[in-house]
């Protein structure tokens, strides 16, 4: 497979990994997920602010579409973080 096939079938795979049966995160399954794939929201302030971010419709659960817009609201935001740190 090419590498964005590759990339596409994680960014699944972690979906479904931290998922509940009912196919969406819950908070709690959100914060084991930005904990353990970016490293990130160790304080329960920064936790809550990535569920809040990802939970669009506010429903208290984040589907798979939540998550691939997150995912590729964060490519944009590193996208354009390194081509402003460009000469």
């Not at 479904?16 to 969406?24: C, F, I, R, V």
């Not at 691939?68 to 354009?80: D, G, K, M, P, Y």
């Amino acid at each position: 497979m090419s590498n964005l096939m590759d990339a596409i079938g994680m960014i699944y795979a972690i979906f479904h990994e931290h998922a509940g049966p009912d196919k969406k995160l819950n908070k709690a399954e959100v914060v084991k997920l930005v904990r353990k794939e970016l490293g990130k929201g160790d304080s329960g302030k920064a936790a809550e602010s990535f569920f809040k971010t990802m939970d669009d419709d506010k429903d208290g659960f984040v589907d798979f579409n939540e998550f691939t817009t997150f995912v590729a609201a964060s490519c944009i935001l590193l996208n354009e973080s390194l081509r402003s740190s460009q000469p």
